[in-house]
């Protein structure tokens, strides 16, 4: 008999539905001592006639009714887990769904641990386990890139690669096998360098991949986007317009801010840490210059550096460059208060500069939001640097540790036949990178590497 269980599958907190979700053996008799249609209890027959189909009926708690839902039963193997499986549709209110969730408790179901209905489908053959991790992506996604990446995993990006890169070892094994088993025969083998273009190619195929995927964390992970520059250019007011709050002191004493203001944001599905930094001047306040220098460290390990400067007032191109130049290649310059700017003010003066430092200018005015949609644009630029999606694909660690296995076997393989070793000394790589490469997609069966795996996963899925 298979354990019974049972969790909350919809996020915590107050909502419009709220989703009990039970599988395991004893779904099918606790469901029929809980839900009632018209004072009468439901029959085991109307439920398997009804099966996969929404049910209208009550939820009753010892004989009374506790909510009217929505019930449905999916019998074992057609369901999430291969196993019967029934969801609880039930109002959305915590109270209430915690007290029904304690009914199916002293039912006979148990609390499911975190992943445990994943882990179900995968140990049944419903998935496999880089669909299963997937999944766990799909839900935890923190960007519009990590969800279009997290989605190409769900509909079997990796397990075609994998299953690739399988048949091409399996191939190759079966060359090595027949070359040694059969090499008194008057037989016919590819060459040894068709074999080893071969293990070239698949080599390259798992760099590629490798590679990819670490492009795909750097394009997903949180950039920091510095916003730095002399006090009174704007900075504040620029931070408190972006995140769309009062973050920051605005204020026109200059120094106001003594230390660096960070604040999370997302730019259309981009996860930003956006910092608002001291004004960087000369000072013989302590507490202020020791705010400057932490600035300047912010500065100068961003992602991307917003330089913002004041139009308003006279600009001297070699004033500005002497107090700049170290920051300004492939920087964001940010000439603010355009619309009162100054008659010295003018872009065709930064025309070298721009080409030099591969400087970017946007104008605005925090005043009157002119130029700022048109300043998200070309932040957005620098943070993805135009990158597609198609071409990239994401590993978690376990998958990438295996890719890496994989290409290092290849690697000594093509390095033993190029030093004329006998097949059957190089094709012991290829049957430990087939090894590997049963891991990725779930040729796995310690316990304890399962349980991190789906330990990530939040409880009821």
């Keep these: 008999m298979i354990d019974t269980i049972a969790a909350l599958s919809t996020a915590q907190g107050p909502g419009a539905i709220g989703i009990l979700r039970v599988s395991g053996s004893l779904v099918l008799p606790i469901s029929l001592s809980v839900l009632e ?76 641990q975190k992943g445990e209905f994943t882990k179900r489908a995968y140990l049944n053959g419903k998935i496999n386990l880089s669909g299963a991790e997937a999944i766990s992506r799909l839900i935890e996604a923190r960007s519009k890139y990590e969800l279009e990446l997290a989605q190409k995993n769900v509909f079997g990006e990796i397990t075609k690669l994998s299953s690739k890169i399988r048949s091409d070892l399996i191939s190759l094994k079966a060359e090595c096998e027949a070359e040694i088993d059969f090499s008194t025969e008057d037989l016919t083998f590819e060459s040894l360098e068709q074999r080893k273009n071969r293990m070239v190619d698949l080599k390259n195929l798992c760099s590629k991949l490798i590679k990819n995927s670490e492009r795909a964390e750097s394009l997903i992970l949180q950039s920091t986007v510095v916003l730095f520059g002399e006090p009174n250019t704007g900075k504040s007011s620029l931070m408190n317009l972006l995140i769309g709050k009062d973050r920051s002191i605005i204020s026109d004493v200059p120094g106001t801010t003594r230390d660096y203001i960070a604040e999370e944001l997302s730019l259309d599905g981009i996860p930003i840490r956006l910092v608002d930094t001291a004004g960087i001047r000369e000072t013989t306040d302590n507490i202020e210059q020791m705010g400057i220098e932490r600035s300047k460290r912010e500065a100068d390990s961003a992602n991307v550096k917003l330089l913002l400067i004041d139009t308003s007032v006279p600009f001297e191109i070699n004033s500005f460059l002497n107090k700049h130049k170290d920051r300004l290649f492939e920087s964001i310059l940010v000439a603010n208060k355009v619309d009162a700017k100054h008659p010295t003010w003018d872009l065709k003066n930064l025309e070298n500069i721009q080409r030099e430092y591969n400087l970017t200018i946007s104008e605005i005015s925090c005043k009157t939001k002119q130029g700022i949609s048109e300043l998200l644009n070309v932040l957005k630029l620098k943070l993805t640097s135009q990158e597609n999606t198609e071409d990239l694909v994401l590993l978690e660690d376990r998958q990438r540790y295996h890719i890496q296995k994989i290409e290092s076997c290849l ?51």
Excluded: W
């Design 411 to 461: 690697s000594e393989s093509i390095q033993l036949m190029e030093n004329n070793a006998p097949a059957e000394i190089y094709i012991q790589e290829i049957n430990v990178a087939l090894l590997e490469i049963g891991q990725v997609n779930g040729v796995v069966e310690n316990e304890e590497i399962l349980g991190r795996i789906f330990s990530k996963f939040c409880v009821g899925k």
């Design 37 to 112: 249609k018209n004072g009468t209890a439901l029959t085991e027959t109307f439920l398997r006639n009804q099966k996969r189909t929404a049910i209208f009926c009550d939820f009753v708690e010892n004989g009374n009714p506790l909510d009217q839902i929505v019930f449905f039963y999916f019998p074992a193997p057609n369901s999430y887990t291969g196993e019967d499986l029934a969801e609880f549709h039930l109002h959305g209110n915590p109270i209430l769904l915690k007290r029904a969730l304690h009914v199916l408790f002293d039912k006979g179901a148990r609390p499911a």
